[in-house]
């Protein structure tokens, strides 16, 4: 099978959110087991969130100043050294977070940059908003495709015209493995080709389960 013949997946991501984590590692299993290549973009839940700073609960707006950190190191890396870093970054940065619990700081980050054969000093724009403007750009384009009432992750991928669908989720928990992956990515593919289809949801009984 050829570049060429992978089925593109566009896939957004905030490195905090342990959702969109989830489903990027179901996106990985995916490729092992079918023609599908990831191409991974940043978003970001404090800008997302920033119309609605005053509604939210404290926890939650502390955990969004959080936020901005592990995000603009990512778009800082993305600008720099290209958008083939952000799959192993992402990776690097996720398992520290959400398997290992780590703290998000930048002692975490550095270690995570390393480990993606990147430099240490990207860590240093965890605190500067050099490329607010190109992480505000990547967020929009993802969030312009799926509308402005969901969160991360945004994947999106190809409808019955070719053209890109993109929807919240798929929000799963653990992630499928092997041929359950195979599954739920036809099924993907299979609701985007119907014109018209907008969600399928019920209430989350369990947290993340990480593996």
């Known amino acids: 099978m050829t570049e ?12 905090l959110c342990p959702w969109a984590w989830m489903t990027s590692r179901w996106m990985l299993e995916v490729e092992k087991v079918r ?20 509604e939210l609960p404290e926890e939650y707006r502390e955990l969004l100043t959080t936020a901005w950190g592990p995000v603009r190191v990512c778009i800082a890396a993305e600008q720099k050294h290209g958008s083939e870093v952000l799959g192993r970054l992402y990776t690097a940065l996720g398992t520290r977070f959400h398997n290992q619990g780590l703290e998000k700081n930048r002692e975490t980050i550095v270690a995570a940059l390393e480990e993606a054969g990147l430099p240490a000093e990207l860590a240093d724009y965890a605190d500067s908003d050099a ?7 990547s967020h929009k384009e993802g969030i312009e495709m799926v509308g402005q009432d969901v969160g991360t992750p945004v994947i999106a991928v ?25 599954k739920l990515w036809d099924g993907t593919l299979l609701v985007a080709s119907i014109p018209g289809f907008y969600e399928i949801k019920r209430t989350r009984t369990v947290g993340p389960i990480f593996d």
């Open 4 to 15: 060429t013949a992978k089925t593109p997946v566009d896939f957004w991501f905030d490195p």
């Open 35 to 54: 023609p599908v290549e990831v191409r991974w973009h940043v978003m970001s839940l404090a800008v997302l969130n920033e119309p609605k700073m005053d």
């Open 131 to 137: 490329y607010d403007t190109e992480l505000r750009a």
């Open 158 to 182: 190809p409808g019955s015209d070719g053209e890109q669908v993109a929807f919240f989720g798929p929000v799963v928990t653990p992630a499928p493995k092997g041929e359950d992956a195979a």
